[in-house]
């Protein structure tokens, strides 16, 4: 069933061409595949994430759906699809004009590149269409031996919880140092068989595996009452999927299908973080490679068009393509003239300031840099300038409760910055930890909302807690504040209560 | 063997129509709800699950925007974000927004039909309304610059030209001046059309609640935007009634609530009234719609409705659609003496029974689905 089919003829010269200019600028990125697929594919992949092949699931349904609506009836087009791997494949709708494929060649190796370089990427499985692929495979036997209802059902609970993540897991974790252990075991292992095929369990299905082992052990070892507080994580963890694996009464199954989740949704957490970034890059470099190399001049007014279309902005929301290749422009700008350091920031005179170059040309280095080691946060922290906010026109709005709108609320750059910032933390979701796992003594889950100026959607914390509480089956907890007053939430199978 | 996304897909749509996982219907934010925008304009929420998660609250929390404005300036009113043409990569994070699409009535009408799969109408009887229209058919020496004529100018320049003898043929240059100009202009026609009233009939009585006229209001909607849609000019008449009837502008329709009991008989004797009066069934195509929970006072009462239906208001309709509402109070009985009297199949009589809002569109392919 081959949906798209990799590009020849005339696409593929103009692809051979693109790449000579992105290696010429000095970008660096993986083998670059491109295929061709008509609109349907290109919604199907975009509803999937961008993989050809997922696990059954509604919610894929549900985004194919609307965004084959939003096609027919006009509101958006999805010009091409990048995905994170290596090689690194991308899918151009066969509907793409002569300019768009361009720009969007241009565009794609800008991503490919950010994949390959950004720190937050480092440790991103680039096989993940094969694991994806897996993933689904396994799911559907799981689905054929309990029933496709239970294993969806199932599915839907821990979709539920997908967005408590720990960041800091993409880094040095303690499952990453078992994964060095067991790739070293593996090594072994490969001299006589085919390692990946081998062992088709997901990393968290192992890592349930061994706890279930240790702990038998444990109970060998040390009496019951330690073994009662074993539960309470040393370090609350904000990583709930990882600790219900751990933790929870689960089948095999349900803990595999936790751990599939976990993997794929840690996959796509480099990408929540880094998008301003991302996109902001690879609009730099289209720009970039279009202007100065690959456009020819009968197409510069079309270019122009599709460049300030993607580019629109919006009061509503901030365009992340806009805001990001803005400020890699700027700190380009500034470190070409030196706008920067001790000497710059204390110096008073505005006309001055403005006219600033000390002709030093570190701009490209800066921005190659700046795309290894940032993330949106700290991108947004380093190099926001209230100049920048100034001329990009920013601000922040807020809900007017008397005339019942949302209305521009500060222009003003320390505003501006507090509240891109905390926009940004922990990818837009709300940090929930694991706070106890022993609760009152009574093997109630505690977790724990860590509060930042900005209530819980309680309605939605009631069903996330029922939703949780299926996969814990004991009452559950949710430590929060609402309306400045410390609450928790608690669901005990039957009832939802706030107790302060 | 197709793309595996499209059995998510299938069951994506059983979900939201409420046939299968049962357990996730409060999650649906349901897509069938039509929102007016100024004229005939609609957005259609397109239906979307929320999974549920632990996230902020909306208001509280505001937003970054760009663009010009002041502190104090909303900022919304704008043109919809999804508007813009965008390089749109799903694979790089997500945004489940709600899509809302703008749609005008025709073709809010013709999604109708294709969902329902409804058949075009045939109507009855001999073209007899009398409507005057504007075709531009016409050619005029003024009028806007939008509509002027090209073709027609330079004709008339060359026309000019040739009779002032100031062209010449070595040298073809026709070049109009303001008196050449020549503009499309309107004429006036008669055409003939097939005319259609829709009678709405519906118990008020202390049986019906809230919810109930809620289903009558949707489902009236939708029927009114598809006859609409086949025929050109249409008229809607409506009848509230208990244990007596009276014709009601459609505001009052909607929102009455009796208490007492029910005559469906005094309804259908109005009904009667109106087509004798206002209607030539030769020249009308009728639709009496009637809505009830299904009670009626007495048999004896039914018995008169069949004799009204029978000798008057069957043979001057194209169809009678009597819809039933489930209620907590009705017994339903009404809709059993209709189905015993004139069948489930009859060309002449179409029977629904509206179970809840889900039964909606199930319901209006009854009513519609025969192209009468």
Known sequence: ?500 | MDHPIKRDHARFRKIIKGKIRDNLRKYVSQGSQIIPKGTDKFTVPMPTIDIPRFKFGDKSQGGMGQGQGQPGEPVDGQQDPNGQPGQGEAGEGEGNKELEVELSLDELARILGEELELPKIEPKGKKSLQSVVDRYTNIGTSGPDSLRHLRRTYKQALKRQIATDSYDPENPSVVPIRRDFRYRSSDSKIEMQNAAVVIYMMDVSGSMGDEQKEIVRTESFWINLWLKSQYKDIEIRYIIHDATAKEVDENTFFRTRESGGTLISSAFNLCKEIIEKDYNPNEWNIYPFHFSDGDNWSADDTKLCLDLLDNVILPASNVFCYGQVESRYGSGQFYKDLSAKYGLDSEQMILSKIKNKEGILDSIKDFLGKGK
């Not at chain 1, 062992?199 to 192992?206: I, P």
């Not at chain 1, 751990?246 to 976990?262: F, K, N, S, T, Y």
């Not at chain 1, 920031?345 to 001055?352: G, H």
Request: hydrophobic share 35%; charged share 30%; aromatic share 12%.
């Open chain 1, 1 to 500: 069933m081959n949906r798209s089919k990799p590009i020849s003829g005339e696409l593929l010269a103009l692809k051979n061409e693109i790449e000579g200019y992105a290696i010429a600028a000095g970008l660096d990125f993986f083998p670059q595949v491109f295929e061709v697929c008509d609109y349907d594919t290109v919604n199907i992949l975009a509803a999937q994430g961008g993989f050809p092949s997922r696990y059954p699931h509604w919610k894929f349904g549900m985004d194919y759906d609307q965004l084959s609506k939003g096609y027919t009836y006009g509101l958006q087009k999805i010009y091409e699809m990048v995905i994170n791997t290596n090689p690194c494949y991308a899918y151009l709708l066969q509907a793409n004009n002569w300019v768009d494929q361009k720009i969007v060649m241009a565009h794609v190796y800008g991503h490919n590149d950010f994949f390959k370089n950004n720190a937050w990427f480092a440790n991103t499985n680039r096989k993940m269409m094969d694991v994806m692929a897996n993933h689904g495979t396994k799911i559907r036997r799981y689905m054929e031996r309990y029933g496709y209802d239970t294993v969806e059902t199932f599915i839907d609970k821990v979709l539920s919880l997908e967005n408590l993540l720990d960041i800091d897991e993409l880094f040095e974790t303690s499952a990453l140092k078992r994964k060095r252990q067991e790739q070293s075991d593996k090594q072994k292992a490969e001299d006589e068989d085919d390692g990946y095929l081998i062992d088709d369990r997901s990393q968290a299905l192992k890592s349930f595996m061994r706890t279930k082992a240790r702990n038998v052990k444990k109970e060998e070892a040390i009496g019951p009452e330690e073994e009662m507080t074993a539960e309470r994580p040393e370090k609350r963890t904000r990583d709930v999927l990882g600790y219900l694996i751990q933790h929870a009464p689960l089948e095999e199954w349900q803990a595999d299908v936790i751990g599939i989740l976990r993997e794929e949704a840690y996959y796509f957490l480099p990408q929540r973080i880094t998008k301003i970034m991302n996109e902001g890059w690879a609009s730099y470099w289209h720009s970039k490679i279009m202007t100065e190399k690959a456009l020819d001049s009968s197409e510069i007014i079309e270019f122009a068009d599709k460049h300030a279309g993607v580019m629109a902005m919006s009061r509503q929301q901030i365009n992340p393509y806009k805001v990001g290749i803005e400020l890699l422009r700027d700190i380009e700008y500034r470190w070409d003239r030196g706008m920067f350091g001790k000497e710059y920031n204390e110096c008073t005179d505005m006309q001055e300031k403005l006219r600033w170059d000390k002709k030093l040309g570190l701009g490209r280095e800066k921005i190659f840099e700046v795309r290894k080691s940032h993330n949106d946060i700290s991108f947004i922290d380093e190099f926001l300038t209230p100049e920048f906010c100034n001329r990009q026109q920013l601000f922040t709005y807020k809900y007017n409760p008397r005339t019942g709108r949302f209305e521009i609320d500060s222009k003003d750059f320390d505003a501006i910055k507090q509240k891109l910032l905390s926009q940004l933390t922990n990818f837009g979701q709300p940090i929930i930890e694991v706070e106890d796992g022993n609760y009152m003594n009574r093997k109630e889950l505690l977790l724990s909302h860590v509060h930042y100026g900005v209530d819980l959607d309680v309605a939605f914390a009631d069903e996330t807690l029922r939703n949780l509480y299926a996969i814990w089956r004991r009452p559950v907890n949710l430590r929060t504040k609402y309306e400045d007053k410390e609450v928790i939430f608690h669901f005990d199978g039957k009832e939802f209560k706030p107790q302060h």
